[in-house]
């Protein structure tokens, strides 16, 4: 069956437009309560947000929705992606829910679902979720007294505060270290800067004063421009960029520039190789991921297993075949030692750890190879299946077999948006740039063809 809500991360849309309206929230909660309402005892949720403006109408239509299925439900307010996930298991709910749409601006919203276990619900139970929401709901409900309760849960920002310290080991201190964060006026506005206060960094905070419309806005990991200023204004020896949900971070170092997700990888899964704490034997990254970072791998005796885009397929890679560190270039990293999803400032807490230990900057400790030049561009379209047409697809064999020996070619459609993503990396720029510009172009034109 074709999915009509669901895409890679969840379902997400623009706010009071379909499917992100509060009707289908409310559907959303009854559909996922009834699937989860197993066994006689007493069911829960636990249900957190972002700072977004319809995170409010959101989030009380699926508590209605929820209680309406029989299921208690627990309301977290504003707090972290990983923090629900952490939650689920700690309280031991049936079902988390993290409204929230990532990194993207306060116009959309979306809706991730965990389970028992904390780690995000698989491809099929999104498909029993999906075919439950185009049936009639009403035999669903719940008899009326067997009607939820509601309740705000009280304390849980301590609770991730201390859940994040104790990922370092015990003898780890921040102090001497200045660090700037950009918390994107987001989830992590409160927790993120406490948790470095109290491993005893100096913390200097932007993005920390969230009004319902500027989260994400000029700030945060898709815009680091703010915090590269603020690093260089207060001399800091780091910058850390968190997301709206905080499941991504980048890092800035003391020179002002841009470490990705790769280089994040590259170095916990060397220091981790070191210490023999490293599973797997390597890392799972995605199709998106540098060449330069599995070439600096292999360099380790270490191997890069690569998945879908999406932090989901990682996570599934990662518990099927034993690996404790995965994630992608965008800042999403999972290490599963200590949570079921990716957090972004447990991620920067291993960065600071190596920078402790070294005794070296955040320039040398994380510049661990030479990306590979890397282009990427999207094209547009409005219906159809631009990959399936002819022309499109001898092309892009074409430029494959050109890039055979000294590079990749990765084009997929977008999970979130009618958008065509084409993707090359190589050797030679000149060379990359010209394949990509030539598969837009073709694709473009098959587009305005049909």
């Known amino acids: 069956m074709k999915r009509r809500y669901f895409g890679t991360d969840g379902i997400r849309g623009q706010s009071n437009t379909f499917p992100m309206t509060p009707d289908l929230a409310m559907r959303v909660g009854i559909a996922v309560g009834t699937i989860f309402r197993r066994g006689s005892h007493r069911h829960r949720v636990v249900i957190g947000k972002d700072t977004r403006l319809s995170g409010y109408m959101l989030e009380n239509a699926m508590v209605a929705g929820f209680t309406a299925a029989g299921i ?34 306060y116009e959309d919203n979306g809706i991730k679902l965990f389970g028992p276990d904390g780690y995000k619900l698989s491809d099929d139970l999104e498909m029993q979720i999906e075919d439950l929401l185009e049936r009639d709901l009403g035999p669903q409900l719940a008899t009326a007294d067997n009607i939820g309760r509601a309740k705000r849960i009280d304390g849980v920002h301590d609770r991730y505060i201390e859940f994040a310290k104790r990922t370092l080991p015990r003898d780890v201190t921040l102090q001497g270290l200045r660090v700037a964060i950009d918390c994107a006026n987001g989830a992590a506005y409160k927790v993120a800067p406490a948790v470095l206060w109290e491993l005893g960094a100096d913390v200097v905070t932007i993005g920390n004063e969230p009004n319902g419309t500027n989260i994400n806005l000029n700030c945060g990991s898709t815009h680091p421009a703010a915090l590269q200023k603020k690093v260089d204004e207060v001399r800091a020896d780091i910058g850390i960029a968190l997301d709206g949900d905080a499941d991504r971070v980048i890092i800035i170092d003391e020179n002002g520039d841009i470490i990705d997700g790769d280089q994040l990888m590259a170095v916990v899964a060397e220091s981790w190789a070191e210490d023999e704490t490293l599973k797997g034997d390597g890392i799972v990254a995605t199709i998106m991921s540098n060449l330069g970072l599995e070439r600096f791998l292999q360099s380790k005796g270490l191997n890069l297993a690569r998945t879908k885009v999406g932090d989901r397929y990682v996570v599934e890679h990662m518990r099927q075949h034993g690996y404790n560190i995965g994630g992608e270039q965008s800042g999403h990293i999972v290490l599963s030692d200590f949570g079921t999803t990716g957090d972004g400032l447990v991620a920067a807490l291993q960065i600071l750890a190596c920078v402790k230990r070294t005794g070296k900057t955040v320039s040398e400790v994380c510049r661990r190879f030479e990306p590979v030049p890397q282009l990427l561009k999207n094209v547009r379209y409005s219906g159809g299946k631009p990959l399936e047409d002819t022309i499109v697809r001898q092309a892009i064999a074409d430029a494959e077999q050109e890039l055979s020996r000294h590079g990749r070619l990765v084009i997929r459609p977008s999970g979130t948006e009618p958008l065509i993503r084409v993707m090359a990396e190589g050797d030679d720029r000149n060379q990359i740039e010209r394949i990509v510009n030539d598969l837009v172009g073709i694709i473009a034109n098959v587009r305005t063809a049909a």
Do not use: E, Y
Not at 85 to 99: C, F, K, N
């Open 72 to 105: 208690d439900a627990f309301v977290l307010g504003p707090i972290p992606t990983p923090a629900v996930a952490m939650l689920t298991r700690s309280l031991r709910a049936d079902i988390g829910v993290m409204i929230s749409a990532s990194h993207n601006p």
